[in-house]
């Protein structure tokens, strides 16, 4: 299974990007698909996340209001609509897939599948 996110890039603060994460290769109902961050020097930190059977959405306090996560289920895909940007929101963005439900969709640890990840850059 690979997961291929893209849709980053250079924005200026207030402005939007849309986030895009599709998987291909040997792909499963999976039971959830979320994104992470990591900004340079930090930890990754939970985004946002969304279960593919009943669309419950989770977002991290930071991004509430501003970020919105959807898929497209034919394609097993997952969405990232950022808008309000703000440079603190800079980092590099991973999208990852969850086959089944264990812990927390807030916790990486959860995720079986990892992207390679999409630099978004929010300039002030």
């Known amino acids: 299974v690979q997961l291929q996110a893209s849709g980053g890039g250079l924005v200026q603060a207030g402005g939007s990007l849309r986030l895009f994460c599709a998987a291909s290769?040997?792909?499963?109902?999976?039971?959830?698909m979320g994104w992470f961050r990591q900004a340079p020097g930090k930890e990754r930190e939970f985004v946002a996340a969304?279960?593919?059977?009943?669309?419950?959405?989770y977002y991290a306090d930071s991004v509430k209001g501003r970020f919105t996560i959807s898929t497209e289920l034919t394609k097993n895909a997952v969405y990232l609509q950022m808008n309000s940007l703000k440079p603190e929101d800079t980092a590099v963005y991973y999208c990852?897939?969850?086959?089944?439900?264990?812990?927390?969709?807030?916790?990486?640890?959860?995720?079986?599948?990892w992207g390679q990840g999409t630099l978004v850059t929010v300039s002030s």
């Open positions: 290769g040997r792909t499963f109902s999976y039971y959830a």
């Open positions: 969304i279960t593919l059977n009943g669309g419950r959405v």
């Open positions: 990852a897939a969850d086959r089944a439900p264990r812990w927390s969709l807030t916790s990486a640890n959860e995720y079986d599948y």
